[in-house]
């Protein structure tokens, strides 16, 4: 196995693993009920995003802890769906990767799970600021 390296590797691992978010009975409804069966916005979002933070490609710009708080009003995201997500995500760059940089997306999607689920609980608090 090799380490994620290029933008077509970071392409197959986005692929690869919403294919298994999609089909999940944990999170799939998630994902289904916000972005529907149209995913030629979200994936190629999730491309620049990734290959921002695996590979310093610059390109990507966005907000993803504000997009989470969004989709919070929507579908209520709770640390179990943080949870599975990450045991996709970990699975997904298990069965395709191997390396310093596939380890580092396993940290860093874990970093980011964390801190999103934890500005989504401070947001039901009552003086909460984006």
Do not use: C
Not at 47 to 63: A, C, D, Q, R, S
């Amino acid at each position: 196995m090799q380490d994620i390296t290029t933008t077509a590797d970071v392409e197959l691992l986005i692929n690869t693993f919403y294919d298994k978010v999609k089909n999940d009975d944990t999170i799939g409804y998630i994902f289904n009920e916000v972005i529907g069966s149209d995913w030629s916005h979200h994936l190629p979002v999730m491309y620049k995003f990734w290959n921002m933070v695996l590979l310093t490609i610059p390109g990507y710009e966005g907000y993803p802890t504000y997009k989470h708080l969004e989709v919070n009003k929507q579908v209520p995201l709770k640390k179990e769906h943080f949870d599975r997500w990450l045991l996709l995500w970990y699975d997904t760059i298990d069965h395709l990767f191997k390396g310093e940089i596939a380890d580092q997306a396993k940290t860093k999607a874990e970093l980011m799970a964390n801190l999103i689920h934890i500005k989504i609980e401070e947001s039901a608090k009552e003086g909460f600021i984006q």
